[in-house]
């Protein structure tokens, strides 16, 4: 089963990469290499960084309502430190580390920080949702892809908000499903979970406390949807698509990440770039071998812009706290025994 677990997301990546690729000749590949400017990346690389500091921000927020001394340094690092294990690990372990390493640090359960992690994820879905739907309804986009994912989004954001009400309403009655039906060789980790899980989304009690965390999330998608505009424009085929396909990329990207995948979602962003240039880009243009070099390029390229600040800033916070990637594997597998 472990070994499932392993060679399934990989296997996924694999053929979403062969999708993307499996076109493109090396002497095209390496001509839309060459031809990229360098300081469109420097400026989406800035809007990137600036993204990571109001993601900080969002999160100290929200943590605040638990601790209101909390310190700025220790929610850097430790959310560099999570976006590290998401990239690295073959599980998706780094909002648990992350929750873990600042309960430890600030001394606050980490069932409670747990809950604001599923807070900002859900925040995430809802406002990028809003966002890139609202934009693509007014550019008058009705590709039945888009539509498709937008649907697939709403669901699955309504699903975790109803799941999330119900466990923290009717929690004894999961506890007594668990008892009842689950494997009896895990009951009681299962047991603890549901009361490890709902002990943490009962953080948020009124509705005022979600207004800065909101406006924040506002905030660090304009500089994340302001990241892909650069890099886009960097190609030749930037200027002959419209706006909307910068929000098609987003919801692409939103959804599509959420689902499970290789670390750093390798294959699933790329993919998810092609399939949104190719919807927009006229067909004349996708019949060229080089433009479906540049749109292979571009997404690796806006994949490492927006997934390399939190990876360095995560080696550096690693380092001061004199763990190793060897260190993130072993706290993983504790944490997940843990709960």
């Not at 060679?7 to 493109?24: D, R």
């Not at 839309?32 to 109001?54: D, E, G, K, R």
């Not at 909101?214 to 892909?228: D, F, K, Q, R, Y």
Request: hydrophobic share 55%.
């Amino acid at each position: 089963m472990r070994k499932l677990k392993l060679v399934f997301p990989l296997a996924i990546s694999g053929i979403l990469l062969s999708l993307v690729f499996w076109q493109i000749d090396q002497k095209n590949l390496y001509a839309a290499i060459s031809n990229v400017p360098l300081s469109p990346i420097i400026i989406s690389l800035v809007l990137v960084f600036s993204s990571v500091y109001l993601k900080m921000q969002r999160w100290k927020s929200l943590v605040r309502i638990l601790k209101n001394d909390v310190r700025s340094v220790n929610i850097l690092s430790c959310n560099c430190i999570g976006a590290l294990s998401d990239n690295l690990l073959m599980t998706t372990s780094g909002e648990l580390i992350r929750a873990f390493l600042l309960g430890r640090k600030e001394n606050i359960r980490s069932s409670s920080l747990l809950g604001t992690v599923i807070i900002e994820r859900q925040l995430d879905i809802l406002l990028v949702l809003l966002i890139t739907s609202s934009a693509l309804f007014f550019f008058g986009t009705n590709d039945s892809r888009v539509i498709l994912v937008v649907s697939f989004g709403v669901f699955l954001l309504a699903a975790v908000f109803i799941g999330m009400i119900l466990m923290t309403r009717y929690t004894e009655f999961f506890v007594s499903l668990a008892n009842r039906w689950g494997p009896r060789k895990y009951i009681t980790q299962i047991e603890g979970s549901v009361r490890f899980f709902a002990h943490g989304l009962i953080v948020v009690k009124n509705i005022r406390q979600m207004i800065q965390p909101v406006a924040l999330t506002l905030l660090m998608w304009v500089c994340i949807t302001s990241a892909v505009v650069p890099v886009l424009y960097a190609f030749e085929f930037g200027t002959q698509v419209s706006v909307a396909v910068i929000f098609t990329i987003l919801l692409f990207l939103t959804v599509g990440l959420s689902l499970p995948s290789a670390p750093a979602g390798i294959g699933v962003f790329e993919y998810a770039c092609y399939l949104a240039l190719i919807i927009h880009l006229p067909d004349s243009l996708l019949e060229s071998p080089a433009t479906l070099a540049e749109i292979g390029v571009f997404s690796v390229l806006l994949h490492l812009t927006f997934s390399m600040p939190e990876v360095i800033l995560g080696c550096f916070f690693l380092g001061r706290q004199r763990l190793r990637i060897s260190g993130l594997f072993r706290l993983s597998r504790k944490i997940r025994s843990d709960i």
